[in-house]
């Protein structure tokens, strides 16, 4: 664990609109549109490596990934139950060549079809399929700021179609990658919350499948250990859910990921896999988002580590300050070789000020690289560290490949070297 303090310890409270703006991470323009931010390249850097570093975990995991289109017929929506039970949060139809189309307010009606579009033996259980991929919501004008609240979502998805005997292990292998993103994201978890149905109508009617999801959801969190709390009303229409709960620096608390259990859409889409005894059955649908929205996700890291992320999510991850002029032949050198890594980096030459004002406006970035003369003429960098640490000088070669370790690592500490 980092026991070195935090560059921006006196600021516990920090709002990601301001910061966003601030750092060049992202913004909006009426012209535009309420609730659809334009994200910038450091903020296009940060959402990049967020998603490949999703990807990657998937991959491991056993996930098969897809791509499926934002638009779907009205109809596919009433089959899924959103358009009877969600309608009002959903953009109205627009008329296509005799057919009305909406924009997407949920993935797994389209999972459901690629599912279906193929025969499935029971040896393929489970089927895990994940995609990063738009979404919409007709949020109201009211609510909508910053990353948290938006019009259009670019959601972590993924939909596990398995047996009923496999839905246990499939949400506990779920809850363990949350674990593991939230480590490598240096962030907290506030609560874990099992959301069940409540009065009233938006919920499907099915007693049966109700009491199912609930007691397997339950015995999942009950095996790991976890303390969690019931609350009623916040279920998704068709079925119970573990929200893992996250709070702002101003206290508010926000769903950032969620595990759901879900017999409603298998049997509306009438999806089926081939048993070992050689006749059709219904695959349980486990619904699964390790980050939920790359939007939300995003201005929750913003506002945790006020701008000063993990060495592998950060915009700029290496800061290289030439002390004069004669030395920025070996920072573009060394740019070059971070290119090479795949580190982000990039050079404050001395025509940006003094170098105690560089170091100081590239205090966010995990490292700097401070090159003068001695350091030009032996091949050397001397390291500065964001947590305030400074290494005894190092060639090249050695501190790019101490530093690319901890970013292929997801590594929490910024050195993990003896220097």
């Not at 079809?113 to 499935?120: A, E, K, L, P």
């Not at 959801?217 to 019931?230: F, I, K, N």
């Not at 795949?342 to 090159?371: F, H, K, M, N, S």
Request: charged residues 25%; glycine residues 10%; hydrophobic residues 40%.
């Amino acid at each position: 664990m980092n026991t070195h303090p935090h560059p921006l310890s006196d600021k516990p409270k920090h709002d990601h609109r301001r910061l966003g703006r601030e750092l060049g991470l992202f913004d909006t323009d009426p012209l535009i549109g309420a609730g659809l931010p334009y994200w910038l390249p450091d903020g296009a850097a940060v959402r990049h490596a967020l998603e490949e570093y999703i990807r990657a975990a998937e991959r491991r995991a056993g996930y098969r990934h897809v791509y499926s289109p934002v638009l779907g017929k009205r109809e596919l929506y009433e089959i899924s139950g959103h358009w009877s039970h969600y309608s009002d949060d959903m953009f109205p139809p627009m008329d296509l060549g005799g057919e009305q189309v909406v924009l997407r307010p949920s993935l797994c009606p389209h999972h459901a079809v690629i599912y279906r579009s193929r025969s499935h033996s029971y040896r393929e259980l489970p089927l895990r399929m994940a995609e990063l991929g738009g979404m919409f919501r007709s949020e109201l004008s009211g609510v909508l700021g910053g990353l948290t609240r938006v019009r259009a979502i670019q959601l972590n998805d993924a939909h596990i179609f398995c047996t009923l005997d496999q839905v246990a292990g499939e949400a506990a292998a779920a809850l363990e990658m949350i674990r593991a993103a939230y480590e490598a994201l240096g962030i907290g978890v506030a609560r874990y919350r099992l959301s069940l149905p409540g009065p009233g109508g938006k919920y499907v009617a099915a007693p049966e499948m109700w009491e199912r999801s609930v007691a397997l959801l339950t015995d999942v969190l009950d095996r790991s250990g976890l303390a969690y709390e019931a609350a009623e009303g916040e279920a998704a229409f068709y079925g119970p859910k573990i929200d893992v709960q996250v709070v702002d620096g101003a206290g508010r608390e926000s769903t950032l990921s969620t595990v759901q259990v879900d017999f409603h859409q298998p049997e509306r889409f009438d999806l089926h896999y081939i048993g070992a005894d050689g006749a059709k059955h219904r695959p349980v649908m486990v619904h699964r988002s390790i980050i939920g929205s790359v939007e939300r996700a995003v201005a929750h890291l913003v506002e945790a580590h006020g701008g000063a992320f993990p060495a592998w999510l950060a915009p700029v991850q290496m800061a290289i300050l030439p002390i004069s002029e004669a030395e920025l032949p070996d920072a573009e050198a060394l740019l070059r070789q971070c290119g090479e890594r795949g580190l982000r980096a990039e050079i404050a030459g001395p025509e940006r000020g003094t170098l105690g004002a560089r170091v100081r406006e590239a205090r966010l970035a995990p490292y700097q690289a401070v090159i003068g003369a001695k350091e030009a003429a032996d091949g050397h960098v001397a390291l500065r560290l964001r947590d305030g640490r400074r290494l005894a000088p190092l060639s090249a070669e050695e501190a790019l490949a101490g530093i690319a370790a901890g970013v292929e690592a997801y590594a929490g500490e910024l050195w993990d070297g003896v220097n």
